[in-house]
C-alpha cells in the first residue's frame, strides 16, 4: 500500500513537470492542444452550464414540492426554456434592430469621428501642444479608426450570415442540455463511480475525504457561476434601465455588452464600457455623460450590494490572485478560460490548503511518537 501511494504521488508529479516541459518549450503548440480540447469538449462546457441553471430548480422541487426527480427535472426545463423563450423573442428582435441601425450609420459614425477629430487638432495647435506633424498623426488615427470600424461592420454582416455554423452551435448546445439532464438525474451514480475510483487506489478513508473535496471543489465551481450569472443580468438590467430612461443610443445592445462583461472581473467591465461609449459617442456625445452614469450605479450595486451577498466568500482568494487568473487563464483558453479563470485558481488554492492541513497533521503525528 505504502509503495503505491509512492508510484501515484510521482506520476502525478511527473505528469505535471512534463506539462510545464512542454508549456516552455513550445507555447504555441501546447495551446493549440488546449483550443483543440476546448472545441471537443464543448457539449460537456455546455452541459456543465445548464446544469448551473437546472440543478438548483430541480432541488428545489424535490425538496420543497416534494416532486420525484424525473418530474422535479420536467417542471424545472419546462420553466426554463419558457423563461429563455419568452427572453429571447423579446431580446432578439431588439437587438438585430441595434445591429441594423447601426451598420446603416457607419457612415454617419466616420463623419462624425473625423469632425470631432478635427476640432481636437484644431484645439491643440491653437495651444501650441502639438510636437510631432498634426496631419500625418491625424491621418494614421483616421485610417485606424476606417480599418477598425470596418472590421466591425463585416463583423455584424457574418453574425446574421453564418447561418450553418448557428445551426451547428444550436445543435452542440440541445446535446449539452442532454448530457445535463443524464447529470443531474443519475448524480448519485456519478458520485459513487468517483468514490469506488478513488478507493481501488487509495482505501474507504481516502474514498470519502476525496469525494468530499471533489463535492466542495463542486460547490466552489457551481456557486461563482451562478452567482456571476445572476450578479451580470442584474448589472446589464439596471444599466438597461438607466440609459432608457435617459433615452441612450442603443441601451440593449450597450445593456448585453456591460451584462456580459461583467462576466469576466475587472476586464470584461471595462473592454465592455470602452465599447459601448465609443457607440454613443459616434451616435449622440450628450448622452454619454447617462451611459457613464449607468456603468457607475451598475457597478457599484454589483460591488456594494448584491455582489458580496450572492457570492460572498465564494471563491476565497484576494483582487491579486482574481486578476492573475483571469490573465493567466485568458493566455491559456482564451474567452472561456478568463470566465473560468477564477474558479480554477480557487479550486488550486484549495488543493494548496489540503495539502498544507495534510502535511501539517503529518508533522504532528510524527513529534507525538518522537
Same mark, same amino acid.
Given at each position: 500500500?505504502?509503495?503505491?501511494?509512492?508510484?501515484?504521488?510521482?506520476?502525478?508529479?511527473?505528469?505535471?513537470?512534463?506539462?510545464?516541459?512542454?508549456?516552455?518549450?513550445?507555447?504555441?503548440?501546447?495551446?493549440?492542444?488546449?483550443?483543440?480540447?476546448?472545441?471537443?469538449?464543448?457539449?460537456?462546457?455546455?452541459?456543465?452550464?445548464?446544469?448551473?441553471?437546472?440543478?438548483?430548480?430541480?432541488?428545489?422541487?424535490?425538496?420543497?414540492?416534494?416532486?420525484?426527480?424525473?418530474?422535479?427535472?420536467?417542471?424545472?426545463?419546462?420553466?426554463?426554456?419558457?423563461?429563455?423563450?419568452?427572453?429571447?423573442?423579446?431580446?432578439?428582435?431588439?437587438?438585430?434592430?441595434?445591429?441594423?441601425?447601426?451598420?446603416?450609420?457607419?457612415?454617419?459614425?466616420?463623419?462624425?469621428?473625423?469632425?470631432?477629430?478635427?476640432?481636437?487638432?484644431?484645439?491643440?495647435?491653437?495651444?501650441?501642444?502639438?510636437?510631432?506633424?498634426?496631419?500625418?498623426?491625424?491621418?494614421?488615427?483616421?485610417?485606424?479608426?476606417?480599418?477598425?470600424?470596418?472590421?466591425?461592420? #463585416? *463583423? =455584424?454582416?457574418?453574425?446574421?450570415?453564418? +447561418?450553418?455554423?448557428? &445551426?451547428?452551435?444550436?445543435?452542440? @448546445?440541445?446535446? /449539452?442540455?442532454?448530457?445535463?439532464?443524464?447529470?443531474?438525474?443519475?448524480?448519485?451514480?456519478?458520485?459513487?463511480?468517483?468514490?469506488?475510483?478513488?478507493?481501488?487506489?487509495?482505501?474507504?478513508?481516502?474514498?470519502?475525504?476525496?469525494?468530499?473535496?471533489?463535492?466542495?471543489?463542486?460547490?466552489?465551481?457551481?456557486?461563482?457561476?451562478?452567482?456571476?450569472?445572476?450578479?451580470?443580468?442584474?448589472?446589464?438590467?439596471?444599466?438597461?434601465?438607466?440609459?432608457?430612461?435617459?433615452?441612450?443610443?442603443? #441601451? *440593449? =445592445?450597450?445593456?448585453?455588452?456591460?451584462? +456580459?462583461?461583467?462576466? &469576466?472581473?475587472?476586464?470584461?467591465? @471595462?473592454?465592455? /464600457?470602452?465599447?459601448?461609449?465609443?457607440?454613443?459617442?459616434?451616435?449622440?456625445?450628450?448622452?454619454?455623460?447617462?451611459?457613464?452614469?449607468?456603468?457607475?450605479?451598475?457597478?457599484?450595486?454589483?460591488?456594494?450590494?448584491?455582489?458580496?451577498?450572492?457570492?460572498?466568500?465564494?471563491?476565497?482568494?484576494?483582487?491579486?490572485?482574481?486578476?492573475?487568473?483571469?490573465?493567466?487563464?485568458?493566455?491559456?483558453?482564451?474567452?472561456?478560460?478568463?470566465?473560468?479563470?477564477?474558479?480554477?485558481?480557487?479550486?488550486?488554492? =484549495?488543493?494548496?490548503?489540503?495539502?498544507?492541513?495534510?502535511?501539517?497533521?503529518?508533522?504532528?503525528?510524527?513529534?507525538?511518537?518522537?
Amino acid at each position: 500500500m505504502k509503495y503505491k501511494h509512492i508510484f501515484i504521488k510521482v506520476f502525478i508529479v511527473g505528469t505535471l513537470l512534463v506539462i510545464i516541459q512542454t508549456m516552455l518549450q513550445n507555447m504555441n503548440g501546447f495551446l493549440s492542444v488546449i483550443n483543440g480540447l476546448t472545441k471537443y469538449l464543448r457539449p460537456f462546457i455546455y452541459a456543465m452550464f445548464i446544469a448551473v441553471l437546472l440543478n438548483p430548480m430541480v432541488e428545489f422541487a424535490e425538496k420543497k414540492l416534494k416532486f420525484k426527480r424525473g418530474m422535479a427535472i420536467a417542471m424545472s426545463l419546462i420553466a426554463l426554456i419558457l423563461f429563455l423563450t419568452g427572453t429571447l423573442l423579446w431580446f432578439i428582435p431588439n437587438l438585430i434592430d441595434s445591429f441594423e441601425e447601426i451598420i446603416e450609420k457607419f457612415p454617419a459614425f466616420q463623419e462624425n469621428f473625423n469632425k470631432y477629430l478635427e476640432r481636437i487638432f484644431a484645439f491643440l495647435r491653437e495651444k501650441n501642444l502639438l510636437l510631432m506633424d498634426g496631419e500625418e498623426i491625424k491621418q494614421a488615427i483616421q485610417d485606424f479608426f476606417v480599418k477598425n470600424m470596418n472590421n466591425i461592420k #463585416a *463583423l =455584424l454582416i457574418s453574425l446574421g450570415l453564418n +447561418v450553418i455554423d448557428w &445551426i451547428v452551435e444550436i445543435f452542440i @448546445i440541445l446535446l /449539452g442540455g442532454f448530457l445535463a439532464l443524464y447529470f443531474i438525474y443519475n448524480r448519485e451514480y456519478f458520485m459513487q463511480y468517483i468514490k469506488n475510483m478513488i478507493f481501488i487506489f487509495y482505501g474507504d478513508k481516502e474514498a470519502d475525504e476525496g469525494l468530499d473535496f471533489l463535492i466542495e471543489c463542486k460547490n466552489i465551481f457551481l456557486n461563482y457561476m451562478a452567482g456571476r450569472i445572476i450578479i451580470s443580468v442584474i448589472v446589464g438590467l439596471i444599466a438597461f434601465a438607466v440609459m432608457k430612461i435617459a433615452s441612450v443610443p442603443y #441601451a *440593449l =445592445l450597450n445593456a448585453v455588452m456591460i451584462g +456580459v462583461g461583467n462576466m &469576466i472581473p475587472y476586464f470584461g467591465s @471595462i473592454a465592455a /464600457g470602452i465599447i459601448a461609449f465609443i457607440l454613443v459617442l459616434l451616435s449622440n456625445p450628450i448622452k454619454c455623460f447617462y451611459l457613464l452614469l449607468a456603468i457607475i450605479i451598475a457597478q457599484n450595486v454589483d460591488g456594494y450590494i448584491i455582489g458580496p451577498r450572492i457570492l460572498g466568500k465564494s471563491v476565497g482568494i484576494s483582487s491579486f490572485w482574481i486578476i492573475a487568473s483571469v490573465i493567466i487563464m485568458g493566455n491559456i483558453m482564451g474567452t472561456l478560460g478568463m470566465f473560468l479563470g477564477v474558479p480554477i485558481f480557487a479550486i488550486i488554492k =484549495l488543493i494548496y490548503i489540503r495539502i498544507l492541513k495534510n502535511k501539517k497533521e503529518k508533522l504532528k503525528i510524527e513529534e507525538k511518537q518522537n
